[in-house]
Every structure is written in structure tokens, then in C-alpha cells.
């Protein structure tokens, strides 16, 4: 392969990872209020045989939705009325609430992914054709972010990573352990509760920033530090025929000297420009 196929190659490439970098490296959340999943079984026993659910409107994720059925939740302390249930039936009940409705229901509810019920709090559900009491199936969700594998690739995050998400605005905060939840069939978005959605003053539709592990979050806010005496590294000879970002960010050197006809990517220009770093080529 001659060197004019080589570049238009890279330059290719090149236009994808431009493609992909301009994408924002943002989060649209949604504000979960209480609510409940029922089974089938559950849901006959609360409305009546063969009962099925009504829509009120549909949810973001493809195929969820709000239905038009309420219930009432019964713990030792108190109730909450006109819970909402989310459809369609699943094949285990689930009752969804924050630490302050378990406060006020008299649980100890525990903070778990949706699904995970096993040894979770026990609840009383009232509908108008009967009750029902579960011995498990309360819990306070886990913050999310539902994605779809391509996100999930945008992102460079797997199915059950955590990460962190900082949120800014009149008072921002950062939510630890968000758990990242990929399938084909989900629609970008993160899921926490209204006492979250309170700390943070975060209303739906709000965005909030992904940070990795291992990854800074940039602070507007100025901050001291004790003077260091800058120290200039040896220049590093790179040696290879194509300078991306990736090696510049792994470059410990300020200054990078490049072979002549080494092909350097704007990638990697703009990533040494952000740290500081000069790339120079040799005669």
C-alpha cells in the first residue's frame, strides 16, 4: 500500500473520530417520581381477573408507559396513595420509591437495581378489587443511565460499569456509582429519584456530564495551590508513522519530535494543545 493510500485511509478515520468527538459528553436525566411494575397475577388481584392496563401516556423508554391505575402502598407507619403503575405487567412486582417515602412508610427500603427485589422490603398494595401483601419488592432504585450500545460505544462504558455524573446549575452536585444499563432497546437517558432530583435542584430534561474513573471533573471554581517549580522534560523522538491523540496524552514529554512525513492527526494537535504540549518535526 503506497503512502497517497495510507493517508486517505487516516483521513477517513480521522472524519469518523471528528464525527464522534463532536457529539456532547452529556447525560439527559429524568426525575423518577414513586411508582410500581406489577405482574399479571398481582395486577388481577388488585382490579379484578383478566384486567388489563390503560395507557396515560407513554414513557421515554420504547414500549414503557404510564398507566391510567393507581394503587395505595401500606407500611407499619403509613400509606402514600395514587402510586402510580407503570406498564406493561412484568413477571415480579416492584414498588419504586425514595428514602423519604420509605421514611414516611415505615420500611427500611434498600437502595437496589430495578429487578434485584430478592430480601428487599415488605409492602401492602390496595387496589379497588382486593390487596395484596408482598414479602419482598420494595426498594429505592439505583441511579441510571439507560443506553443503547451505540451510546454505550460513544461513551466507551459496558453494560454494569459505574461512572460518575456531575450536573451544573444553581446547585450542582455529583452522583457516585451510577450504574450504566445497555440494550438495543433503551433511549439515552438517566434515571434518579425525587430526593436526588431535590438535592441537586434538577428538574427532567436537565443534563448532566459523564465522568469515568480515573477521569477529572473540570471545576469553574478557582482553587489554590502551592507554586511548583516547572520542570521541561527531554524531548521524546516519536517513532512510529501516525500521531493520534492517544499517544500525545500518553507522551509524559512536553515536546514530541516527529520523523518528517509522520502523518500527526488534528486529534492529537488539539490534544496537545489542551496540555500544553509542542510537537515538532525533524529534518
Request: glycine content about 8%; charged content about 25%.
Amino acid at each position: 500500500m503506497n503512502e497517497q493510500a495510507i493517508r486517505t485511509i487516516v483521513e477517513e478515520v480521522i472524519q469518523q473520530l471528528l464525527k464522534k468527538d463532536s457529539r456532547p459528553n452529556t447525560i439527559p436525566m429524568a426525575v423518577s417520581a414513586r411508582h410500581c411494575h406489577l405482574s399479571q397475577t398481582d395486577l388481577e388481584m388488585l382490579f379484578g381477573k383478566g384486567y388489563e392496563l390503560t395507557k396515560k401516556a407513554d414513557l421515554s423508554q420504547p414500549g414503557q408507559f404510564a398507566a391510567n391505575e393507581t394503587v395505595v402502598i401500606v407500611g407499619p407507619r403509613g400509606s402514600i396513595e395514587k402510586v402510580r403503575i407503570l406498564g406493561p405487567a412484568r413477571s415480579l412486582t416492584q414498588v419504586e420509591v425514595s428514602k423519604t417515602d420509605a421514611v414516611k412508610l415505615g420500611v427500611n427500603a434498600p437502595i437496589r437495581e430495578s429487578g434485584n427485589i430478592a430480601g428487599s422490603a415488605p409492602i401492602t398494595l390496595v387496589g379497588p378489587k382486593g390487596s395484596i401483601f408482598k414479602n419482598e419488592g420494595l426498594i429505592i432504585a439505583q441511579a441510571h443511565i439507560h443506553m443503547h450500545s451505540d451510546d454505550a460505544a460513544h461513551f466507551g462504558v459496558e453494560n454494569g460499569e459505574y461512572v460518575r455524573i456531575r450536573t451544573e446549575g444553581e446547585r450542582p452536585v455529583s452522583f457516585e456509582k451510577v450504574l450504566i444499563r445497555v440494550s438495543p432497546r433503551y433511549r439515552l437517558e438517566m434515571h434518579i429519584d425525587t430526593d436526588e432530583a431535590n438535592a441537586g435542584l434538577i428538574r427532567s430534561g436537565q443534563t448532566g456530564i459523564l465522568v469515568k474513573d480515573g477521569e477529572k471533573s473540570v471545576s469553574t471554581q478557582p482553587t489554590l495551590k502551592e507554586p511548583v517549580q516547572p520542570q521541561e522534560p527531554e524531548a521524546v523522538i516519536f517513532q512510529k508513522n501516525l500521531l493520534t491523540k492517544r499517544d500525545v496524552q500518553a507522551c509524559k514529554s512536553n515536546s514530541i519530535s516527529v520523523r518528517k512525513g509522520t502523518i500527526v492527526t488534528p486529534l492529537a494537535r488539539d490534544a496537545a494543545r489542551e496540555l500544553k504540549k509542542s510537537i515538532r518535526v525533524m529534518d
